[in-house]
Structures are given as C-alpha cells and as structure tokens.
C-alpha cells in the first residue's frame, strides 16, 4: 500500500476532556475557530466531573500543536468516516457490513459537513483499517482527510 499523502490521509479524530463548567466547551471551540480551523464534526458525552468531546477537524495536525502550546490534554486515534446515501436503508446496510466482517463499533456520531451532499457517518471499530476497507468493498464511499478539509 502506497504512503497516505496529506490529501488522502485517514481522518483523524482529536478528544479533549473538558471540566464540568458553563462555557468550557464554547471556550474550547472559540479557540479553534480563532486559529482558523474548523469544526467538522463533534460529538459530547457527559459525566459528572468530566465531558469527553471528539472532534473531527479541518486541520488536526494544526489543533494538536495548538492544544500542546495551550496545555490542553487531548487523545488522538482515526476513525471512518463513510458518505451515507439519502435511502433510509443506507445506515443499515453500512452497519450489516460490519457486522458480516464482525467488527465492533465503539463509538459512532453524524458530521455537521456534507461535501458530497450525502449525510456522513463517523465511526470507530476495533480495527478502522479493515472496516474501512469492508465498507469500501461493500460500495461506500470512505472518505480521507482530504474530502473533508477545505
């Protein structure tokens, strides 16, 4: 397999943990967004001392310098992230490709972009490579960092 080039990279997803405070979340995305990169999907859950917030970025490489400069702990992994047709069986059929390949989905969420138009689909499996290739195989369009950065 030829080396990912910076278009056609897998996505990769930034995590930050965030303290239980009014505000913390604008003031994590307002420091994004200052640094001209933009938010392109992101997903929140909640306990009662933490929120973990995931984050699909225009320039992740930017973000993660940016958060080190800033002290901000944060986690990096790559996820899929497959363009889903507007057919209400779509994400079941996307979800039975998985299944068959039996792959576990640990995490999932909807992007807040759609550059083909298509509603798009985030998802982390115990192994993303294979499951972006069962999905590719399966006639989903996989897309790569590249898709998604402006």
Avoid at 61 to 77: N, V
């Amino acid at each position: 397999m030829p080396p990912a080039t910076a278009k056609s990279a897998p996505i990769r997803q930034l995590s930050v943990f965030l303290q239980n405070r009014v505000g913390s979340l604008m003031a994590l995305i307002k420091l994004i967004q200052e640094h001209s990169i933009e938010v392109l999907g992101i997903s929140m859950q909640d306990t009662t001392e933490m929120t973990l917030v995931r984050l699909i970025l225009s320039d992740p490489d930017s973000a993660a310098m940016l958060f080190i400069e800033k002290g901000i702990p944060h986690a990096d992994c790559f996820i899929i992230v497959v363009e889903l047709s507007e057919s209400d069986r779509r994400l079941t059929e996307c979800l039975s490709a998985l299944l068959a390949a039996e792959l576990n989905i640990e995490f999932c969420y909807p992007l807040l972009v759609r550059p083909g138009l298509f509603p798009l689909f985030a998802l982390h499996c115990d192994d993303v490579d294979m499951g972006a290739d069962v999905l590719s195989q399966a006639g989903f369009k996989v897309l790569c960092q590249g898709d998604l950065s402006r």
